[in-house]
């Protein structure tokens, strides 16, 4: 091999060396989301100075984090960082609703502090909230890494470009697809295998709304397809399982479809 391919590959390495890794980036977001819900967490604290203290370490490390990956090399990262936590009260109470539509729309919940500890659904929305938050103040690289990590924890894909409002309930989840320009509403529920997606994904297109529009108290059932950014599901709607949609739906619709089945009963004949 030539030298100047092993330069060009010594050069990434030496780049590569300042940047932390996927894992420091995640071990982040997972302080972030245990200091607001201690419930996923051992660590507690008891004084306020305690309290503020940690989240001003986690600020600044966030600040570092930026700084190091060299994807915002002209940003004001203390300003961005600081912006992300003074954020924070919104994205608690956002995230505050979301465990209520949880608890409150399956039967199986024993309670809310077990939704926080072991739905993956809220594991899922919690990064995706909190990759959103960067995400709307221009963090380029982070949120996605964040969303990503969930995604291979839980099976939940949700881009961090995606506007989410409150009230968003997953239920089981894996498999489900939220692409970057989907906008939900408020109340509304996902059952797993849901695709909002692209009617086409070429690059020319990276820039306008290809994702669907889900309006408010809207339940979309197992295996659902629903594609196209000029597709709206209008609120108050059921979308019946594994139906396939790239044109709006009107409000106070059920879509559902009828599949043949035909089920036979076998006799054994005796003689």
Same mark, same amino acid.
Request: aromatic share 12%.
């Given at each position: 091999m030539n030298e100047e391919f092993y330069r060009q590959i010594l050069d990434k390495q030496q780049q590569a060396a300042a940047v932390p890794s996927n894992k420091e980036?995640?071990?982040?977001?997972?302080?972030?989301?245990?200091? $607001? !819900?201690?419930?996923?967490?051992?660590?507690?604290?008891?004084? !306020?100075?305690? $309290?503020q203290e940690e989240f001003a370490k986690l600020q600044q490390e966030l600040c570092h984090i930026m700084a190091a990956t060299r994807e915002c090399s002209n940003c004001d990262n203390e300003k961005i960082a600081k912006a992300f936590f003074d954020g924070l009260p919104q994205l608690y109470a956002i995230l505050n609703t979301d465990i209520q539509a949880i608890f409150n729309g399956d039967p199986a919940a024993r309670s809310e502090f077990e939704v926080v500890r072991t739905y993956p659904g809220f594991y899922a929305i919690s990064f995706y909230r909190l990759a959103h938050s960067l995400v709307t103040l221009d963090v380029p690289l982070l949120p996605r890494i964040l969303t990503e990590h969930a995604h291979s924890k839980t099976g939940i894909d949700i881009h961090p470009g995606a506007e989410i409002d409150e009230y968003f309930h997953i239920d089981h989840g894996t498999g489900i697809v939220i692409g970057e320009t989907t906008q939900i509403g408020k109340h509304v529920k996902l059952y797993q295998g849901v695709t909002l997606g692209a009617l086409s994904v070429a690059k020319n297109l990276a820039h306008i709304k290809r994702h669907p529009t889900v309006e408010d108290n809207v339940v979309i059932y197992s295996g659902?397809?629903?594609?196209?950014?000029?597709?709206?599901?209008?609120?108050?709607?059921?979308?019946?399982?594994?139906?396939?949609?790239?044109?709006?739906?009107?409000? !106070?619709?059920?879509? !559902?479809?009828?599949?043949?089945?035909?089920v036979s009963k076998n006799i054994e004949k005796t003689q």
């Open positions: 980036i995640t071990d982040w977001a997972l302080q972030v989301i245990r200091l $607001l !819900y201690p419930e996923q967490s051992k660590k507690v604290f008891f004084t !306020y100075p305690q $309290l659902a397809t629903i594609l196209g950014g000029n597709t709206i599901i209008g609120h108050d709607s059921i979308i019946g399982g594994n139906v396939w949609i790239t044109a709006s739906v009107e409000p !106070y619709s059920t879509v !559902y479809h009828t599949p043949m089945i035909k």
